[in-house]
């Protein structure tokens, strides 16, 4: 388990990654699957009857044509960036979008909902896309890519695409710390343990389906999230220690159930993506990295804003992100997205070697 052993095997499997690319000139996988939260989504949130929504400027004023996709984020994701580097000249779209139809299916999809999470009760409180129908969107996928690609083909693309799954962030901050029906049934201990069950319960029924190549991000640091300071931080600037702490429990606790699952099912590669300790770094020095700020995000007064809160009239947006750890309250810029694809593109790789 791990991402990888060592920085000379990441230089290594890098090497391989670009001379394959470069001799083939197609992507080292056929296709990615995305399933998960904010971090990842790219534009599922857009028709729902929901307030957690970034289809508006100034998010994805850095992106292509200085357009709002539905990322949160003022230009590109992490996994963003990560498609580009194992190949692929276009993204996967967004399941719910008018693109996600014929031969851009081909690529594999993003099923991603904004303020989704592992517990039910997540994208129950802000009318977003459960895990469980994110996995039936899937479901329905399979059903188009055969008609698509031939049942061959398609078995080919489920079989040796990437699946990358992003969660839990919700979970906490927007449900458990806020959510007396959770904090009082369950400790921080306890309550990981029950997202931990319903990640494994995922990945299972992912495995059934086909998948074989499964990547899923640790939690981030995430008492070091600018609004986390603000709203729970006791009029402290620094990070919140014991949301950390709850945050590192949940991550031991990802690891050790994934290195179960890989043990129980046959011919799955499972690889735990570490954001924890890379978005630590950025925050605690962000100097070492470029970075001016790490405490406040770009847009709004850089303390909490997220979703409406950050919009193109919020007072105080800062005009170049690229100086910024974080684009809003909650959500990494580009440029630190551009840092942290790194990480996932070596865990990417890694499932394939």
């Known amino acids: ?32 699957f995305i399933f998960g939260d904010s971090v990842v989504d790219v534009g599922n949130n857009n028709n ?10 100034p998010y994805g004023r850095d992106f292509s044509y200085h357009q709002p996709t539905g990322r949160f984020c003022n230009g ?40 989704s999470g592992y517990h039910a009760s997540t994208p129950k409180i802000y009318n977003t896309i459960p895990l469980s129908e994110q996995l039936e969107h ?13 049942q061959d083909n398609a078995t080919l ?14 979970d906490f901050l927007q449900n458990y710390y806020i959510n007396p029906l959770l904090y009082k049934l369950y400790s921080p201990e306890e309550f990981s343990h029950v997202l931990v069950q319903q990640f494994a319960d995922l990945v299972r029924k992912l495995y059934w389906l086909g998948a074989r190549k499964v990547g899923v991000t640790s939690l981030p640091p995430l008492g070091c999230l600018p609004a986390a300071i603000t709203i729970f931080g006791e009029d402290s600037n620094d990070c919140v220690d014991h949301i950390n702490k709850d ?5 031991d606790m990802l690891n050790s159930t994934s290195e179960e ?52 009239k919020s007072p105080g947006t800062c005009s170049n992100a690229s100086e910024y750890v974080f684009w809003d309250g909650f959500h990494p810029s580009e440029a630190t997205n551009r840092i942290l694809s790194d990480d996932l593109t070596a865990a990417a790789i890694s499932l394939i070697s």
Do not use: W
């Open 76 to 115: 590109k994701l992490a996994t963003d960036f990560t498609a580009e580097t194992i190949g692929f000249t276009s993204y996967q779209p967004a399941y719910l979008s008018t693109e996600a139809t014929g031969e851009n299916l081909l690529i594999g999809a993003n099923f991603a909902s904004a303020s």
């Open 1 to 32: 388990m791990g991402i990888l052993s060592n920085f000379g095997s990441y230089i290594y499997l890098v090497i391989f990654l670009l001379v394959s690319i470069g001799v083939n000139g197609q992507p080292i996988v056929p296709a990615l």
């Open 138 to 150: 899937y479901m329905d996928y399979q059903k188009k890519l055969e008609l698509v690609a031939g």
């Open 157 to 170: 693309i489920i079989t040796q695409g990437i699946y990358l799954i992003s969660a839990g962030s919700s």
């Open 261 to 312: 699952l890989q043990s129980q099912l046959s011919n799955l590669t499972l690889v735990v993506f570490d954001i924890y300790q890379p978005l630590y770094q950025l925050v605690t020095k962000p100097e070492d990295n470029g970075f001016v700020e790490a405490r406040k995000a770009c847009c709004g007064t850089g303390v909490v804003e997220t979703s409406y809160l950050c919009n193109s």
């Open 247 to 251: 945050a590192m429990t949940f991550n």
């Open 48 to 57: 729902l009857h929901t307030i957690v929504k970034s289809d508006f400027l």
